[in-house]
């Protein structure tokens, strides 16, 4: 059976592995939610990330998601749909005109779409060389938010080769997304536990109190952060 893969300019991703007494209360279509309630739970669907912190002024990065493991030569059927805003989403019309997808979706800040596009074509002919040559030209599919409030924008920080998606079955975040870091307080919320962590700035991360239990965190640990959800918060050192 042929899996619909629907992108959405306005995209919600709830990616974070909470318990069923976590999630929200207001039940979203008609299927019922899966392991970690993220699209990671669709077989074969993987999810990139990459974190560009930089100074006191960048904080941004990109977004990858990959719908099976080559999409190119195995296209999923696909459609796109505007709930709401005004922004960009690059080869929307030929998703659209064609039904299928053939190439990742990546998201970023509105003025790297044009590096972002560029990093998937690179990568998409790294995997098949006789794109141009025997072979047709992809249309990356990329959308973007206009992140200036937080980040220097105009500097354009994400890079062509920055867009590296994970293709290991054995981990769903990019080489350049993991961080070092020491744990330097955990304080209960309920079924949740906050765990401060500095990474040469904080970060704060919400996990289930088994995970805790089972890491054995406390403070003072050193631990590698493995960014893989749709958001960081970031909070200026004292």
Avoid: Y
Avoid at 34 to 47: E, L, S
Avoid at 78 to 86: E, H, P, R, S, V
Avoid at 145 to 171: M, S, Y
């Amino acid at each position: 059976m042929r899996r619909f893969f629907v992108l959405a300019i306005a995209l919600a991703f709830a990616c974070s592995a909470l318990p069923a007494s976590a999630r929200t209360p207001v039940p979203i279509g008609t299927f019922p939610s899966g392991a970690v309630d993220g699209i990671t739970d669709v077989a074969g669907v993987k999810v990139g990330h990459v974190t560009k912190v930089e100074g006191t002024n960048v904080r941004t990065g990109a977004t990858g998601i990959i719908a099976n493991d080559d999409t190119w030569s195995q296209r999923v059927a696909a459609a796109t749909f505007a709930l709401n805003g005004n922004g960009e989403m690059t080869g929307a019309h030929w998703v659209d005109q064609s039904g299928f997808l053939e190439v990742p979706v990546v998201l970023t800040d509105t003025l790297d779409v044009g590096r972002a596009d560029d990093g998937v074509v690179s990568w998409l002919i790294a995997k098949h060389p006789q794109i141009g040559v025997r072979e047709d030209v992809p249309l990356p599919v990329v959308a973007e938010c206009d992140d200036q409030g937080i980040n220097d924008i105009q500097g354009r920080h994400v890079r062509a080769e920055d867009v590296t998606l994970e293709t290991d079955a054995a981990g769903h975040a990019s080489t350049r997304n993991h961080l070092a870091a020491r744990v330097v307080s955990i304080a209960a919320e309920g079924p949740i536990e906050r765990v401060t962590l500095d990474c040469g700035f904080a970060l704060d991360a919400l996990i289930t109190r088994r995970s805790r239990e089972e890491m054995h965190l406390t403070p003072g640990d050193q631990v590698t952060a493995a960014i893989k959800a749709t958001s960081i918060h970031l909070v200026p050192r004292v």
